[in-house]
């Protein structure tokens, strides 16, 4: 099946900082990418879609110039957490899909804000 | 507008047992149905999909669905629990085209006693 990767799966960073996550999708070409942000016990809430070569759409409540989201090609999308404050301290899960296809999702990437 | 409704936040069955997760939809049209699966700190895996073929619905690791549409219903069977088989469910809407955002449940959790 479909396999989509998340890099890293795991960060720490000092607060002020900012993170860059990357999510691949390995064996297809990922027209549409998505990315999700799951705190603990709840379920997965959407953040963004992503369109390759298209300015990201952000869900209401989500600031865009915190949460930067890049779609540069067919195979990734990054989110970078700018300015990273404990608050921000989430797990984060991309998905991906192909035109007209279903969603892949990606392994997650837990970050925790010190 | 779409909506999920998953009845148990926390179901709890003995190995051998057979599992059952309920899942009400709300669509203004015929939607797409998912189960995925979610084991701690990892991403989700797509257990099944309906999308308006079968209304019984086979998925991996023995679990199936039956969508219902007089009752709005999908929910989520398996035979005989397996002590591996403890992990958040979601339940998922989306539009048959899959041109609209998933819409997630807030999940089920499945505990399985030895």
């Known amino acids: 099946g479909a396999v989509v990767s998340q890099h890293p799966s795991w960060v720490i960073c000092k607060s002020g900082t900012s993170v860059k996550i990357e999510c691949r999708s390995l064996d297809f070409q990922a027209t549409t990418m998505f990315w999700y942000r799951q705190f603990p016990k709840q379920s997965l809430m959407l953040m963004a879609t992503s369109n390759e070569g298209s300015k990201a759409t952000y869900e209401q409540g989500v600031e865009k110039d915190k949460f930067l989201i890049n779609h540069a090609s067919l195979t990734l999308s990054t989110l970078t957490v700018t300015s990273a404050h404990p608050e921000d301290s989430s797990f984060y899960i991309c998905?991906?899909?192909?035109?007209?296809?279903?969603?892949?999702f990606g392994p997650g990437t837990r970050l925790l804000v010190l | 507008a779409q909506s999920v409704t998953q009845l148990d936040s926390h179901v709890s069955v003995s190995e051998g047992t057979p599992v059952l997760l309920r899942c009400n939809y709300s669509?203004?049209?015929?939607?797409?149905l998912f189960w995925y699966v979610q084991h701690p700190n990892k991403g989700l895996q797509l257990l099944l999909k309906y999308t308006s073929a079968a209304t019984l619905v086979k998925g991996i690791n023995g679990f199936e669905a039956e969508f219902k549409k007089s009752e709005t219903s999908f929910h989520l069977t398996k035979p005989s629990a397996h002590m591996s088989d403890a992990a958040e469910y979601f339940c998922v809407v989306s539009d048959p085209g899959g041109n609209t955002p998933l819409v997630f449940g807030k999940g089920t959790r499945l505990s399985v006693i030895a």
């Open positions: 669509s203004s049209y015929s939607p797409s």
């Open positions: 998905s991906a899909r192909p035109r007209g296809g279903t969603q892949y």
